[in-house]
């Protein structure tokens, strides 16, 4: 109950600098456990004093420091004071720290550090996430992984923290790319294929004519599948493949019947195997809506754009927004085609004004990889121009691309692949465990320690960049991995069943050891991390919080044992163990993990 120690320590420099005690509470920090003795549980760096015009500036930063330290008296709560270069750090008094900290903890588990003033201006507001967003009548592609884990976060911590949050599922079900899946279907599709593995047939259509048309016009073709030899053997002999692309997704604009059939067809397909996909990943969306949602607003939105005398047209016909400095075309967005068909971006544009108009958000985030950095900079351009102040409140987080990822089958092409060697992979791993316990559903087990496994991977360094995914790494029991995190959670849930999770905590003076008060220190962090992950929006603070409380409690498990100790001793450890689980499955929860408590 980090709050409770920052407001008495505030009381006290309110008194001696003359301002409120709500300008120092954001200042004071808790100190992040280390190997080396710690001088303070708590500290203020005595220049963001300065800097926030609590203190006078002093031109020896030292001597200012301990004239402060010096003016601290010394109570119940904060034991000593110490002056540092630049910092003055406060011991507080190591039994009412566990006290305040386990019996918050143990009244309010679920909720513990959520009410903590660091967090007070997040409190309110709605908050809109837009992630996952995979194509209509496509298999859920490994590159979806990174978007859906990563919004799926992004939504935790801001409901955590207080907003309202409301998950969309942006699904691209229209545009060129439906077109070429459209025609594709028309020339290779088959509706007994159709019946018997749906969104496998899609991909192979899809993807076939796709390469077919990147081989025509010399763009880098994408990964083959076998088919793709009967398909690149036919484009050679036509040159009319992009052609029928663009008159299929014409078709549709015009709301032709059998092109308009199809997509309603297929749209049901997939989104029905979506839906399958995300329970399995835990994953909900309160909205799934898709562009074809827009293709009618797209209109009202070049007639806007016009009106305010932010379109041109180009030579070649198309109408495009300028975006150069000079209004000379040298970079522009395009809106729509030459035959008025629209794009992407006009259907991201009427999507971002509907839903300020449905939903009044705060703030609007979008969860894509980085190659759409210049996309949602041009859309957010876009937004400004068009007088939409709350165009400064959208935001994209942009991610890197996993390579690496493979099963001993070869080449990962669809997420499920992934979800089901992670799963079978940690399967063969806890049945060759001689600790692994007799559990009732082992694959369900698994699946979840499998997911663990690569969320955290995923998690473990900024979100911008690439990374290699290695499974041996991946699937390891020690380290700094999913599998760590979700054994150190199911050791704890069979201490704590084996000797009776208290449901009180009594005397807790038996937990002023080093270990014990190691841990104290660290749970005293939470508040901090999570402001730190709602507002950077990276969730390897909250990963690297988790993981260093999962050693310490791993550290004191072993030296602070509950059997063969007196009764007051085990209950005040079994409270300390309890308090730590409780903390290490809400964490887990917020990064999208489900803790098990067997393995």
């Given amino acids: 109950m980090a709050c409770f120690f920052r407001r008495t320590i505030a009381h006290q420099l309110s008194k001696m600098c003359g301002q409120y005690e709500d300008v120092f509470i954001p200042l004071i920090c808790a100190v992040p456990v280390s190997k080396k003795q710690s001088m303070g549980d708590l500290r203020v760096s005595v220049n963001s004093l300065v800097q ?5 500036p002093h031109e020896d930063l030292q001597r200012n420091t ?7 008296k010394h109570n119940s709560v904060v034991e000593d004071v110490i002056a540092a270069p630049g910092m003055i750090y406060f011991r507080l008094n190591k039994l009412m720290l566990a006290q305040k900290v386990l019996k918050q903890l143990q009244s309010e588990p679920d909720t513990f550090g959520l009410k903590s003033e660091l967090l007070t201006h997040l409190h309110g507001g709605r908050t809109l996430v837009e992630f996952s967003s995979p194509n209509v009548a496509k298999k859920f ?4 992984l990174r978007s859906t884990f990563i919004g799926n976060f992004i939504a935790n911590v801001k409901k955590a923290v207080g907003k309202e949050v409301i998950r969309v599922n942006y699904l691209g079900d229209w545009g060129m790319q439906f077109g070429l899946l459209g025609a594709g279907f028309e020339r290779f599709g088959c509706q007994q294929k159709l019946k018997v593995q749906a969104l496998q047939h899609l991909f192979e259509v899809s993807r076939c004519f796709c390469h077919a048309v990147t081989r025509l016009f010399s763009f880098n073709s994408p990964s083959s599948v076998q088919v793709y030899v009967q398909v690149n053997r036919e484009a050679e002999h036509d040159g009319n493949v992009r052609v029928a692309a663009a008159d299929f997704f014409r078709r549709l604009e015009q709301k032709e019947h059998h092109a308009l059939s199809l997509w309603k ?9 979506y839906k399958r996909i995300y329970e399995r990943l835990g994953v909900h969306f309160d909205h799934f809506s898709g562009e074809s949602f827009y293709h009618s607003q797209t209109k009202n939105v070049l007639e806007d754009l016009k009106s305010r005398g932010l379109l041109k047209t180009t030579q070649k016909g198309t109408t495009v927004f300028d975006l150069s400095d000079a209004g000379d075309l040298s970079s522009y967005a395009t809106l729509a085609r030459s035959d008025g068909t629209s794009l992407y971006i ?22 894509t990889d980085k190659s759409q950095s210049v996309h949602f900079q041009q859309l957010f351009h876009i937004l400004s121009a068009m007088g939409h102040q709350w165009a400064n409140s959208c935001v994209h987080v942009a991610f890197g691309r996993v390579q690496g990822m493979s099963t001993r089958r070869g080449d990962v092409i669809f997420l499920e692949d992934v ?17 692994s316990k007799a559990l009732e559903d082992p694959e369900e087990t698994a699946e979840r320690i499998g997911i663990s496994a690569v969320v955290i991977q995923d998690f473990k360094g900024p979100l911008i960049s690439d990374y290699r995914f290695e499974w041996d790494t991946v699937l390891q029991a020690q380290g700094d991995t999913g599998v760590f995190l ?3 959670h199911a050791r704890l849930r069979s201490l704590l069943n084996r000797f009776g999770d208290e449901k009180k905590c009594g005397d807790l003076s038996p937990l002023t050891d080093n270990r014990s008060v190691s841990i104290l220190q660290h749970l005293l962090r939470y508040d901090e991390i999570l402001l730190q992950s709602a507002t950077d929006l990276q ?8 993981m260093t409380l999962c050693h310490l409690v791993s550290s004191a498990h072993r030296e602070l044992p509950v059997k063969g100790s007196s009764l007051e001793v085990a209950q005040a450890r079994l409270c300390l163990f309890s308090a730590a689980r409780s903390l290490l499955a809400n964490g887990m929860r917020i990064l999208g993990i489900t803790p098990v408590d067997k393995m």
């Fill in 346 to 367: 006009t259907r991201d544009i009427a999507a971002a004004l509907d839903r300020h108009q449905r939903f009044g958000f705060d703030e609007m985030i979008y969860v």
């Fill in 419 to 435: 979800l089901d060697e992670a799963r079978t992979q940690m399967l063969n791993n806890m049945r060759e465990s001689r600790t």
């Fill in 265 to 273: 067809q297929l749209m049901e397909i997939t989104v029905k195997e």
């Fill in 539 to 546: 969730p390897r603070h909250l990963v690297n919080f988790l």
């Fill in 66 to 72: 301990e004239t402060l330290a010096k003016q601290i």
């Fill in 52 to 56: 926030n015009g609590a203190v006078l």
């Fill in 141 to 144: 592609h490994a590159g979806h």
């Fill in 486 to 488: 979700q054994y150190t």
